[in-house]
């Protein structure tokens, strides 16, 4: 599922943390949790989870005002 479809669910703090650590390996388990109860990606590990598109969508689409 393309990330704009789950972005305006995920909670603030998930939001906050990839903000802050924009391209980031490994995601920590609370920010994969709430990732996947908005209705993205479901992984089975903690890296590779976003793809590079979904990462130019935090840097530059999402806003800072959720």
């Known amino acids: 599922m393309e990330i704009f479809m789950w972005w305006l669910d995920l909670d603030l703090a998930s939001k906050e943390w990839l903000r802050a650590n924009l391209r980031a390996d490994e995601l920590p388990l609370p920010v994969l949790q709430g990732i996947a ?9 903690a890296s590779g989870v976003l793809s590079a598109a979904d990462w130019d969508f935090v840097e530059t689409q999402s806003e800072f005002v959720d």
């Open 37 to 45: 109860e908005a209705g993205g990606p479901h992984p089975d590990k």
